[in-house]
């Protein structure tokens, strides 16, 4: 995957600085064309020298440093790059990048580039999980922005935990997987439904539900990413949406969101439906504010239209998938609920575990495709869950078309 492309390594000024050499010969060694960017920092760890050797390429080390008149240096090295990789990212230039700022060689070219950037962060376990850190992370991850997360072990600093960039081997690896799967879903016209519904009581009460709406909105974000049109129709949720391939439709009620997929449906290739609708809603709407009352309240509910059976319903080649968030027997119900609703896969979460379920940022699930074959996708995040998620539907829509293929029947 690396042969022949032009690498933009960017290195900060952490003691991982000396992993980066060892990433640069190895990406040279595949093939790759590889240019070095050092802070001022990092040159106190390792010596530009060093990269030089390795890459056989000048190390750039200032912005003001215009070795040829007839070029801008930052500029041309930004458009210059296929592929960037950050390693390691310091807590400062994970900071910059997510402030806008561009105050040295590096930290410029980063905001220039147009290329894909892999950041792998490399710091003290509780400077990775403080939050100024972690909103900056996640703020990167809506920008498109892909994150190849550290692992955990002693550090340099003396303490154990999450915080060592991951090694070099490790790095290409998932580069080169992502590449493979860069346009995945390229031409795919998907939809997806994404967070809970409100159910109206009166102008000031509602029932809802404890989805947040990130499974759903990571599952769009990787769709776009994988080079698909995505339609996403969003509950009422605090989220937004960057990528310019997703088209969001807001919706309120189930009642809404049973109307926007349905409208939405037909033309559509891929169609996930992992929104938290509720089953039932008052029957009667009270339309000025309901006063407090002496004893209790007895609300009299109905049943909402089921969306995803809806849709199964009126399936012609779409691949169905739906959500089952269960707290017993989760694989029990969801085998059922695929078979009730004729999906085409499902994913089932044991929402009371640890690390899985509604407001998270982390999930835990099973996927269960219509011939019973099982994967099960581990403790990941959302966004690495949701690209897990869309490879095996893609899997599965190729070994259909091979098995309907006419040299196969």
């Not at 952490?14 to 920092?41: F, H, P, W």
């Not at 209790?296 to 080649?317: Q, V, W």
């Amino acid at each position: 995957m690396m042969k022949n492309k032009k690498v933009l390594l960017g290195v900060t000024g952490g003691i991982a600085a000396y992993k980066a050499c060892a990433l640069t010969s190895k990406l040279v060694q595949q093939g790759a064309d590889v240019r070095v960017v050092m802070t001022e920092n990092a040159t106190r760890f390792v010596s530009p020298l060093t990269f030089q050797a390795l890459s056989r390429n000048h190390v750039y080390t200032d912005t003001f440093e215009e070795k040829d008149p007839k070029y801008i240096s930052h500029i041309d090295t930004a458009d210059w790059a296929d592929i960037v990789i950050l390693a390691p990212a310091t807590a400062n230039m994970i900071g910059k990048i997510a402030s806008g700022i561009a105050d040295d060689m590096l930290s410029t070219l980063l905001l220039a580039t147009t290329a894909p950037v892999y950041v792998a962060p490399a710091m003290n376990v509780n400077m990775y999980s403080h939050p100024g850190v972690m909103n900056n992370m996640k703020k990167l991850e809506q920008w498109g922005y892909h994150f190849i997360e550290p692992g955990s072990g002693y550090l340099a600093c003396g303490w154990i935990g999450k915080g060592r960039l991951e090694e070099p081997e490790t790095i290409i690896a998932t580069i080169n997987e992502h590449i493979g799967t860069d346009q995945l879903l390229a031409g795919k016209q998907v939809l997806i439904t994404a967070g809970p519904t409100r159910e109206i009581i009166d102008p000031v009460r509602f029932f809802t539900n404890r989805s947040s709406g990130k499974m759903g909105f990571a599952l769009a974000e990787a769709a776009a990413r994988y080079g698909a049109d995505v339609t996403l129709v969003a509950g009422p949720v605090h989220l937004e949406t960057s990528h310019p391939n997703i088209r969001r439709i807001n919706v309120i009620s189930a009642a809404d969101m049973y109307e926007a997929a349905v409208a939405n449906f037909q033309d559509k290739d891929i169609v996930i439906k992992s929104a938290a609708v509720a089953d039932y809603r008052p029957k009667h709407v009270h339309h000025q504010k309901m006063k407090k009352q002496p004893g209790n309240l007895s609300i009299e509910m109905e049943r909402t239209t089921d969306i995803l059976a809806a849709l199964g319903e009126r399936k012609t080649s779409q691949y169905l998938v739906g959500f089952a968030a269960e707290t017993d027997k989760p694989l029990e119900y969801g085998k059922e609920k695929l078979k009730k609703k004729r999906l085409d896969a499902i994913v089932i979460n044991n929402v009371g575990t640890e690390g899985a379920g509604f407001e998270g940022d982390t999930n835990i699930a099973t996927y269960l495709n219509k011939k019973w074959h099982q994967d099960e996708i581990g403790l990941a995040s959302k966004r690495e869950v949701a690209e897990r998620i869309l490879r095996l539907i893609d899997r599965d829509i190729k070994d259909e078309n091979r098995e309907n293929s006419p040299s196969n029947r």
